[in-house]
């Protein structure tokens, strides 16, 4: 019995492939809801981070003023004004530092009380919601020198803290939701991009030039409504996210518009069967203690990861270099009046890292990353360590000191 052959050529297998278009993975909506929606909130975040420690200059003996001698010398005015006597300088430190720390505490309500915006408003309704947060922290910090009331200016901090609190934990959520798979890592880069261009803006306005001015502090608090006012105008025009719409509120026709519209393509199918899967796979999970979650050993190392991860991400001494920065500088022998444009640096190469992660963390990896730039604040550290013993007797040591505080920042900004 003959057999009858097919013959496959390159013709023939072409013939039979079937062509599907190149899908638009970076849309129109999907950059500017990662762009309004973090503008509104981690970009404030890094500007309150900033602008209490901006330096301005200050021309009576060479010396600088930071925005926090501008602050005391009103609280001093205002104790004055009150009691007829200048407040003692251990109330007065007081007072700063609950004006500073009281940031922290407002951020730590917001973030717990999160879950139940995100849950019954949605994650852009919560980012919406925010906002009057900020605006009524921006009036309180900027009204509280002509209302005569430095309560003011503690209770505006607490609110803005509130706000922080709340955006990156919302933020982060509507990010993740909204995004491709593909690129999800890059546009959940927008959080950490906009937390340094805000650190940054800090830094500017805050020069002699610009708002660092004794006459003039007040307005960099006021700045803190303009960016929360953009997205309130801006964001109600942008899609929910889509998990959310179907998970939450069962609403698929919803859903599948927002996906289409974030996509920029008319079949979600695979998207709308990856979330329904997601809400199955939910619906029959069992909650557990947290003690109940130590004992599973099947999930130990996820635990231990997330644990040392997070334990070196809060430990690794940024916050020490970003305080002392300007003391190390002026140590070093650098111009006073040029601290607080040195210190530009700073905030220039944390955006440029944070920028450069987000476009390899799709191709290089999360964990390539964390390790990579762990690993090299350790030795920056190391070198910066033996860098500061020496830099009183050799005359060009402060420079190296100076760019292993730079090559710090960027480690972390890279990977943590």
Not at 227 to 253: G, H
Request: overall charge neutral; aromatic content about 12%; some cysteine.
């Amino acid at each position: 019995m003959d057999k009858t052959e097919e013959i496959h050529t390159p013709e023939n297998e072409n013939a039979h492939k079937t062509y599907k278009p190149v899908e638009r993975i970076w849309t129109a909506r999907l950059v500017i809801s990662s762009f309004f929606g973090a503008l509104g909130s981690s970009y404030l975040y890094g500007y309150n981070l900033s602008v209490v420690n901006a330096p301005s200059s200050y021309q009576n003996k060479g010396e600088y003023f930071f925005m926090l001698q501008y602050v005391k010398a009103f609280y001093n005015q205002t104790w004055i004004e009150r009691y007829d006597h200048p407040i003692e300088a251990g109330s007065l430190t007081i007072l700063w530092s609950v004006t500073v720390s009281i940031f922290a505490v407002g951020g730590l309500f917001g973030a717990v009380g999160v879950h139940l915006l995100v849950k019954y408003v949605g994650r852009k309704g919560t980012l919406l919601l925010n906002n009057a947060f900020a605006v009524i922290a921006s009036l309180l910090l900027a009204l509280g020198e002509l209302a005569g009331s430095f309560e003011m200016l503690i209770l505006g901090r607490f609110i803005i803290g509130i706000d922080s609190g709340i955006a990156l934990s919302a933020l982060p959520m509507y990010l993740g939701e909204i995004s491709p798979k593909q690129i999800r890592g890059s546009i959940g880069q927008f959080n950490s991009i906009f937390i340094c261009v805000g650190v940054f803006t800090g830094q500017v306005l805050g020069l002699p030039e610009l708002l660092g001015q004794e006459s003039h502090w007040n307005f960099l608090f006021g700045f803190i409504m303009l960016p929360a006012l953009v997205q309130l105008f801006v964001l109600p025009f942008l899609p929910e996210s889509p998990r959310y719409l179907l998970m939450e509120k069962q609403d698929s026709i919803g859903a599948k518009k927002a996906f289409q519209a974030f996509l920029g393509k008319d079949d979600v199918s695979e998207e709308m069967d990856e979330v329904h899967a997601e809400l199955r796979a939910q619906n029959t999970l069992q909650l557990i203690s947290i003690m109940g979650l130590f004992r599973d050993r099947s999930v130990r190392w996820q635990i231990i990861t997330v644990i040392v991860t997070m334990a070196c991400y809060q430990l690794c001494g940024l916050n020490a270099i970003w305080f002392y920065t300007n003391s190390i500088l002026k140590e070093a022998g650098f111009a006073n009046e040029l601290i607080p444009y040195i210190t530009l640096s700073t905030g220039g190469i944390e955006t440029l890292a944070a920028v450069l992660s987000g476009l390899v963390i799709e191709r290089v990896g999360r964990r390539q990353l964390l390790i990579a730039g762990f690993g090299a604040m350790t030795v920056c550290y190391g070198v910066l360590t033996i860098f500061l013993n020496f830099q009183s007797t050799v005359s060009w040591m402060p420079y190296l000191s100076f760019t292993s505080i730079l090559a710090v920042i960027a480690s972390f900004c890279i990977g943590p």
